[in-house]
């Protein structure tokens, strides 16, 4: 059967929930554009900034992609088969992480931009205010530890093709570093120079792809400059990417979150375009198997490790931090939520189906995605697709693998920027000692991380975020449960509408249950040896313990102020006393 089926089918089932969920939500929610947004009444040009919907389109879109949709659907579609994965993708974005999104966007304009914590603490308690943020710090750290080591993997090595031709890793290393330099440039040339957003778009667009090209002509090849070791050179590109993570996370958002992520959104646009294309033209077929197994080759069962396998591109915590963390502080309209805060989840549930074409498309233990990591089968499919309208494959898999990098770069630095948020909260520092406080923090744990990561049986260096995947995801999506379980008690609270139960109660317990079952799944064994309890000397499990406990109480918490004697819900705002 061919994959263009697959693809228009799925485009079409998500173009119509977003026409008739989407609307309803906008309903339901009373969005309404004569409400001033925080990123109007608070303008200060540095995080609060009112922002065109075409141009914050693209920079929420990058963010919240990022390599999630990516490498969760290839790894859950190689594990389980294609069905299950397409299946949660579907139904899990447009009834679970669609809604997720924008109600964590909308509560956030709604309480002056603040994160989605700050709902909490108005909502809940100020206990479960600190839990959640404790909860979101560590679950930030896990995010950085994980997409830093996997990024600069790919920074290093040679990637051979089938026609003989290679793809440098430090090819890649200097393509991402022009590309970083290209958003500095655009948002000097707009802010300083006037330059407008289509003249712009005119000239940075196409500079990115020379970045491509040039990268393989003039690699940045760390390793052969100072003759180091494979394992000490990723440590080395980890510390880079942290030290770029620590000044982008500082810098006013026009220098190069905005730039940088409407750029990156093109990428995601050209993926997608391009995926599309390769599928009308290219009569790619499906041979991976539709379903596998109830259990994969490591034990774990479909039920629930599909759900925390695929979490972008269905479902992911991550994206109400940047939905109350960066996006609500530059949301022009209300109405604006629903394209941003919707449409980009469905958006992004489009390049999760693209990346699981990429293993559909080959047989089961074919060479191109037998033993390989994700970030590889996805270019590898992605330069099949592309080969069909003429590209050639070198520039294909180049472009695969900057575009990959690309949407890591955009989760690293809103991750650190976000976590420097979550510091300044808890300490109370503001200006510029918690702005470099919060950041060094958060940039420096990971780095603890990266560089004390030993060696395999083997002798060879821990691919670390292998070691973090499984509980980046169970964490990822038991912070989704509890930014459902937020918005649905300041819903609750606010409304008292027997829709909110449906809406956002249903989705919370779904959440909730899946992570947790797959949290106890994962760390249960780690104390349990040889039919003898015993006392992991490893942190994974211990984290694992510390992030139940504290989504435990949160939830307790919760209850007691849905139905026990809580504070009375403080009113929203009126129009006028937004800007006060």
Same mark, same amino acid.
């Given at each position: 059967?061919?994959?263009?089926?697959?693809?228009?089918?799925?485009?079409?089932?998500?173009?119509?929930?977003?026409?008739?969920?989407?609307?309803?939500?906008?309903?339901?929610?009373?969005?309404?554009?004569?409400?001033?947004?925080?990123?109007?009444?608070?303008?200060?040009?540095?995080?609060?900034?009112?922002?065109?919907?075409?141009?914050?389109?693209?920079?929420?879109?990058?963010?919240?992609?990022?390599?999630?949709?990516?490498?969760?659907?290839?790894?859950?579609?190689?594990?389980?088969?294609?069905?299950?994965?397409?299946?949660?993708?579907?139904?899990?974005?447009?009834?679970?992480?669609?809604?997720?999104?924008?109600?964590?966007?909308?509560?956030?304009?709604?309480?002056?931009?603040?994160?989605?914590?700050?709902?909490?603490?108005?909502?809940?308690?100020?206990?479960?205010?600190?839990?959640?943020?404790?909860?979101?710090?560590?679950?930030?750290?896990?995010?950085?530890?994980?997409?830093?080591?996997?990024?600069?993997?790919?920074?290093?090595?040679?990637?051979?093709?089938?026609?003989?031709?290679?793809?440098?890793?430090?090819?890649?290393?200097?393509?991402?570093?022009?590309?970083?330099?290209?958003?500095?440039?655009?948002?000097?040339?707009?802010?300083?120079?006037?330059?407008?957003?289509?003249?712009?778009?005119?000239?940075?667009?196409?500079?990115?792809?020379?970045?491509?090209?040039?990268?393989?002509?003039?690699?940045?090849?760390?390793?052969?400059?100072?003759?180091?070791?494979? %394992?000490?050179?990723?440590? @080395?590109?980890?510390?880079?990417? +942290?030290?770029?993570? $620590?000044?982008?996370?500082? #810098? &006013? =958002?026009?220098?190069?979150?905005?730039?940088?992520?409407?750029?990156?959104?093109?990428?995601?646009?050209?993926?997608?375009?391009?995926?599309?294309?390769?599928?009308?033209?290219?009569?790619?077929?499906?041979?991976?198997?539709?379903?596998?197994?109830?259990?994969?080759?490591?034990?774990?069962?479909?039920?629930?490790?599909?759900?925390?396998?695929?979490?972008?591109?269905?479902?992911?915590?991550?994206?109400?931090?940047?939905?109350?963390?960066?996006?609500?502080?530059?949301?022009?309209?209300?109405?604006?939520?629903?394209?941003?805060?919707?449409?980009?989840?469905?958006?992004?549930?489009?390049?999760?189906?693209?990346?699981?074409?990429?293993?559909?498309?080959?047989?089961?233990?074919?060479?191109?995605?037998? %033993?390989?990591?994700?970030? @590889?089968?996805?270019?590898?499919? +992605?330069?099949?697709? $592309?080969?069909?309208?003429? #590209? &050639? =494959?070198?520039?294909?898999?180049?472009?695969?693998?900057?575009?990959?990098?690309?949407?890591?770069?955009?989760?690293?630095?809103?991750?650190?920027?976000?976590?420097?948020?979550?510091?300044?909260?808890?300490?109370?520092?503001?200006?510029?000692?918690?702005?470099?406080?919060?950041?060094?923090?958060?940039?420096?744990?990971?780095?603890?991380?990266?560089?004390?990561?030993?060696?395999?049986?083997?002798?060879?260096?821990?691919?670390?975020?292998?070691?973090?995947?499984?509980?980046?995801?169970?964490?990822?999506?038991?912070?989704?449960?509890?930014?459902?379980?937020?918005?649905?008690?300041?819903?609750?609270?606010?409304?008292?509408?027997?829709?909110?139960?449906?809406?956002?109660?249903?989705?919370?317990?779904?959440?909730?249950?899946?992570?947790?079952?797959?949290?106890?799944?994962?760390?249960?064994?780690?104390?349990?040896?040889?039919?003898?309890?015993?006392?992991?000397?490893?942190?994974?499990?211990?984290?694992?313990?510390?992030?139940?406990?504290?989504?435990?109480?949160?939830?307790?918490?919760?209850?007691?102020?849905?139905?026990?004697?809580?504070?009375?819900?403080?009113?929203?705002?009126?129009?006028?006393?937004?800007?006060?």
């Amino acid at each position: 059967m061919s994959l263009l089926v697959f693809v228009v089918g799925s485009a079409i089932v998500l173009a119509t929930a977003y026409w008739i969920y989407g609307s309803l939500l906008s309903r339901l929610l009373q969005l309404d554009d004569r409400r001033p947004t925080p990123a109007v009444a608070c303008r200060d040009d540095v995080d609060f900034e009112p922002t065109a919907a075409s141009f914050l389109m693209g920079q929420h879109f990058s963010a919240i992609a990022a390599a999630g949709p990516i490498v969760g659907p290839i790894l859950a579609g190689l594990a389980f088969g294609w069905l299950p994965a397409l299946i949660w993708i579907l139904l899990g974005s447009i009834l679970i992480g669609g809604v997720h999104d924008m109600t964590s966007l909308v509560a956030s304009i709604r309480h002056r931009a603040r994160s989605i914590t700050e709902v909490v603490h108005d909502h809940v308690s100020r206990r479960a205010y600190l839990l959640f943020l404790a909860f979101v710090w560590i679950a930030l750290v896990y995010i950085i530890v994980a997409f830093t080591d996997i990024t600069a993997r790919s920074f290093v090595g040679v990637q051979r093709l089938e026609d003989g031709q290679q793809v440098l890793g430090a090819g890649i290393a200097m393509s991402s570093l022009l590309y970083l330099l290209l958003p500095v440039l655009m948002g000097l040339a707009m802010k300083h120079l006037k330059l407008g957003l289509l003249p712009a778009t005119l000239i940075f667009v196409p500079l990115v792809g020379v970045a491509i090209w040039a990268g393989q002509k003039f690699p940045l090849d760390l390793a052969g400059w100072f003759s180091l070791g494979e %394992g000490t050179t990723v440590k @080395l590109w980890c510390t880079l990417l +942290l030290l770029y993570c $620590l000044v982008a996370a500082v #810098v &006013p =958002v026009w220098l190069l979150l905005q730039p940088r992520g409407y750029l990156g959104g093109f990428f995601l646009y050209a993926a997608l375009l391009g995926g599309a294309l390769g599928l009308s033209l290219g009569n790619h077929t499906v041979q991976y198997p539709a379903f596998i197994a109830w259990t994969n080759s490591k034990g774990e069962q479909l039920f629930p490790f599909l759900f925390i396998t695929i979490a972008c591109g269905a479902c992911s915590g991550f994206h109400s931090l940047i939905s109350s963390g960066t996006t609500s502080k530059q949301l022009a309209r209300e109405s604006d939520a629903r394209p941003i805060g919707y449409g980009t989840m469905l958006l992004e549930a489009m390049v999760a189906i693209v990346s699981l074409c990429c293993v559909m498309m080959f047989a089961q233990g074919a060479p191109e995605v037998s %033993g390989k990591p994700p970030n @590889l089968i996805y270019a590898m499919g +992605l330069g099949n697709f $592309l080969k069909t309208i003429g #590209v &050639p =494959v070198e520039l294909a898999v180049s472009f695969a693998l900057l575009a990959f990098t690309t949407f890591v770069y955009d989760t690293l630095d809103v991750c650190t920027r976000l976590g420097r948020f979550i510091i300044e909260e808890l300490t109370g520092l503001k200006g510029s000692a918690g702005r470099w406080l919060g950041t060094a923090l958060t940039a420096g744990v990971p780095l603890f991380f990266l560089w004390t990561a030993g060696t395999d049986a083997a002798g060879k260096p821990v691919e670390i975020w292998k070691v973090f995947w499984s509980l980046f995801g169970a964490s990822n999506q038991l912070l989704a449960a509890l930014a459902l379980l937020g918005v649905t008690v300041w819903l609750w609270r606010t409304r008292r509408a027997a829709w909110v139960w449906l809406v956002t109660g249903l989705p919370t317990l779904w959440m909730y249950t899946m992570s947790i079952w797959a949290l106890v799944a994962m760390i249960l064994p780690k104390f349990r040896v040889e039919e003898q309890w015993v006392l992991p000397r490893e942190m994974v499990p211990w984290v694992g313990v510390a992030l139940i406990l504290l989504a435990a109480m949160m939830l307790v918490e919760a209850l007691r102020a849905m139905f026990g004697k809580g504070p009375a819900a403080p009113p929203e705002k009126p129009t006028a006393a937004l800007a006060a």
